[in-house]
């Protein structure tokens, strides 16, 4: 491969979204330090989907300059505040884990203790998040900048297509210098110290690098077929290993949230876009087969079907080792946490910060890889707990699936955190890692895991007073959503698909 003398030379071995954010993300940030190259081959495409994203994702795109309205108008995207889950505890049961607090804190008292105390007259704790009043009606508007607003309370992420968001990233990238070759990589060839040396193509080229940033998708070119890492198989406490997919044309109102529904064998996702919806069974193949669930995807799609079902094949889990020698792993070549809560495209974003925090000129001393290990051990295992949480606090009973994830043996350290939260409704918290005190709330009460004690600092008001307090809170948010545009009409005078120039 040639390139600059002095840079660093990386190659990046794949571009859907991992590999694309990956070359804007190194060519934004260290681009005078490094020599980008991607390859990819449109013979083998895309795993073409990953439409739900994370509050996160607006950071990563600030970050690199990217102009938000100029996106999402190009990748038809919509506003997400928000997932709701639906017949997850019981069936009928409907809850919205928000990105967002609940209620306003006192004097450093969370405000679910308040709730919890109030738990008979309060109504359900969604009723105090602004971005779920929001939801349920409909509404946005971007949130304030001023912290002493209640309109500072909430975040959002986007719902994109999920196929438009790499050519995006790639013109950008390609304008930074990275260089794109065309091709399947073959084979690969190992240096003396066993690092990979190379890489080949079918048409017989060889590409060179120092670092190489494995980015192929579930395949895993490198870090698997090269380098043989192992994987964690993590089957056992998220049994979820299939997913049949299939796009419909919109039915009714354009909602600004994502819906998990749960069914027989594992659970649906409905996302709206700007021209169509993304539907997907998620489904556990030791408790129904392709057939079912493709019959079960078809008869509940709310609109015309766009295309037909597609079945996708994972093991939930992640590699032993994310970096081993000179091989990086981003994406789904890492690992892969099913798509329940989103948490994908966020961990290729954390995969490519920490990546950006700890890279070296020279090679990478083993300090520095295991490092890089430990950041995404942690990432990975606190969203696995978080997902286990969403099947096991379940109180149904009507298929062997709901029965099996009511009785799991689950981690030690999803074990621990519930006894906590529902001895004295404490969120143990960490400080790297995904999904804080307000996301563990929300799941945790919307599987009706109800704390039996609270903080004694709640009883400090009177119940006359906290009942007041209660109702002018709802009362507040009820007049600040009244005022929004509805979503639709947002996206209308903001970001129509297709009105603005793409990147
Ligand atoms: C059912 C399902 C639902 C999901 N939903 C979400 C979601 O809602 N939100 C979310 O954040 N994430 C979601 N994800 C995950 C998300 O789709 C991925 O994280 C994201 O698309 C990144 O994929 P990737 O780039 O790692 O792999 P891929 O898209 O598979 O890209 C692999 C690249 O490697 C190239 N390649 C492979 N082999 C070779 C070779 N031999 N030679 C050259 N090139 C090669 C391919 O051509 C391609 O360019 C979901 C995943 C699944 C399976």
Not at 242 to 250: I, K, L, M, Q, W
Not at 341 to 362: C, R
Not at 431 to 440: I, M, P, T, V
Request: one cysteine or more.
């Amino acid at each position: 491969m040639s390139g600059h003398p002095d840079k660093k030379r990386v190659l990046i071995v794949g571009g859907g979204t991992a590999g694309w954010m990956t070359a804007a993300g190194l060519a934004s940030l260290l681009g005078d330090h490094l020599d980008i190259t991607l390859i990819e081959s449109e013979a083998i495409g895309i795993v073409g989907v990953g439409e739900a994203t994370l509050p996160h994702i607006r950071h990563f795109n600030r970050t690199i300059g990217i102009d938000e309205m100029d996106l999402m108008a190009a990748t038809s995207a919509t506003v997400k505040l928000g997932i709701e889950f639906c017949d997850w505890a019981r069936l009928d049961d409907r809850y919205i884990h928000p990105f967002g607090d609940y209620g306003v804190p006192s004097d450093g008292t969370p405000f679910h203790h308040f709730w919890r105390r109030a738990i008979d007259d309060a109504g359900p704790i969604g009723h105090y998040s602004l971005p779920v009043v929001m939801s349920y009606a409909g509404k946005f508007s971007p949130p304030s900048e001023d912290p002493r607003s209640l309109l500072s309370s909430y975040r959002w992420a986007y719902q994109f297509d999920a196929t438009a968001y790499a050519p995006y990233l790639r013109r950008l990238a390609e304008a930074r210098g990275v260089r794109r070759i065309e091709g399947r990589i073959t084979g690969s060839k190992r240096d003396e110290n066993g690092d990979i040396a190379s890489v080949t193509l079918e048409n017989g080229e060889s590409h060179a690098a120092d670092l190489f940033i494995d980015c192929s998708g579930f395949r895993g070119l490198l870090i698997e077929g090269a380098l043989a890492t192992g994987y964690e198989d993590w089957t056992r406490w998220l049994p979820c290993d299939r997913a049949v997919a299939a796009p419909c044309e919109h039915a009714g109102e354009l909602l600004p949230f994502t819906r998990a529904t749960a069914r027989g064998a594992g659970w649906q996702w409905r996302i709206p876009l700007q021209h169509r919806t993304g539907n997907g069974y998620v489904y556990s193949s030791a408790h129904t087969d392709d057939q079912d669930a493709e019959d079960q995807l078809v008869q509940s799609l709310e609109g015309r079907p766009l295309a037909d079902p597609r079945v996708l094949r994972f093991t939930t889990g992640k590699r032993r080792k994310l970096w081993n020698r000179n091989v990086v792993a981003i994406g789904l070549s890492g690992g892969f946490l099913e798509p329940l809560e989103s948490t994908s495209i966020y961990l290729i974003q954390q995969g490519i910060t920490y990546l950006i925090e700890l890279l070296t000129a020279g090679p990478a001393p083993e300090p520095v890889k295991d490092e890089y290990n430990r950041m995404m051990d942690l990432e990975f295992e606190r969203i696995r707990d978080f997902l286990i949480l969403h099947y096991h606090a379940t109180e149904r009973e009507d298929t062997a699936f709901w029965n099996d994830m009511r009785n799991l043996r689950i981690p030690h350290s999803l074990e621990e955190k519930m006894a906590l939260f529902r001895a004295r409704g404490r969120v143990q918290t960490y400080d790297y890692g995904l999904f804080l005190e307000a996301s563990w709330v929300a799941v945790y009460l919307g599987q009706r895991v109800v704390p039996s004690a609270y903080d004694l600092r709640a009883d400090e008001v009177s119940e006359e007073e906290l009942l007041g307090r209660l109702s002018s809170m709802k009362a507040m948010m009820a007049t600040a959503t009244k005022r929004m545009p509805s979503h639709a009409d947002w996206i209308a005078s903001n970001c129509p698909a297709g009105a603005r120039s793409a990147a």
